[in-house]
């Protein structure tokens, strides 16, 4: 059964701040890898997929790094907003066997980013 | 604007009281899929929908129904919800299965 593990659980930096988020999978056998935000009270939005062939994704500050054989997606956020402050979720999808496009979620990492 | 929406976005039912969340995709997506949200459990798949018709349980199906009928829409059916269903709901909608999903705002269930 893939397990998605996310560290930190939270994490509070000044703003300015290089900084880095961990997802971390036991099943090696994914299709793909999606990063989302989740903001209090709102929905997911969905920042970045990184296909398993993929080694990187980049979105403007956001630069998602894949290596399917260790299990291990990092996010880095460059030069943090206070806007950034939010809940990142990590998610992997399996490929092959019945799991069908199920996304299986990290419990989060919570993220606040102080002026 | 491209979207997945859903109503209501807030709702306070009793137990044993049928109740229907609506889902609503306009990007002619194929794939569909409802997901809860629990505190310390994370987000679980509930029920998913390849195409109009294709419908299948997910992780955490007992206690739900849904249906396909057209393409845009996957309404979530509670025949006789219980206080266990009080939950954050999220829909969801990707090309295919194995394609970028993207998320509905949210709904705010509580039974009592």
């Known amino acids: 059964k893939q397990e998605v593990t996310q560290i930190p659980a939270a994490l509070s930096v000044p703003e300015g701040e290089n900084l880095v988020l961990n997802c971390s999978f036991t099943d090696s056998a994914i299709y793909n890898l999606q990063w989302f935000r989740q903001d209090p009270g709102k929905g997911l939005t969905s920042l970045l997929l990184?296909?398993?062939?993929?080694r990187e994704q980049t979105s403007g500050r956001l630069n998602a790094s894949l290596d399917k054989s260790s299990g291990r997606s990092t996010l880095y956020i460059a030069a943090s907003q206070p806007g950034d402050s939010a809940t990142y979720l990590c998610?992997?999808?399996?490929?092959?066997?019945?799991?069908?496009?199920?996304?299986?979620f990290g419990q989060g990492t919570i993220l606040t980013v102080h002026p | 604007e491209a979207q997945v929406t859903q109503n209501p976005r807030y709702l306070i039912t009793v137990t044993g009281k049928k109740l229907t969340v609506t889902c609503s995709q306009n990007?002619?997506?194929?794939?569909m899929s409802w997901y809860r949200q629990d505190p310390g459990l994370g987000l679980r798949q509930i029920y998913y929908?390849?195409?109009?018709?294709?419908?299948d349980k997910g992780d955490v199906p007992e206690g739900y129904k849904v249906s396909r009928k057209e393409k845009r829409n996957f309404p979530l059916i509670l025949e006789s919800p219980s206080p266990n269903q009080t939950s954050l709901y999220f829909c969801a909608s990707s090309r295919g299965s194995y394609n970028e999903q993207f998320f509905g705002p949210g709904t705010r269930l509580t039974v009592l």
């Open positions: 998610a992997v999808r399996l490929s092959g066997g019945t799991s069908y496009g199920k996304l299986t």
């Open positions: 990184i296909q398993s062939s993929q």
């Open positions: 929908s390849m195409n109009v018709e294709v419908t």
């Open positions: 990007m002619n997506h194929e794939y």
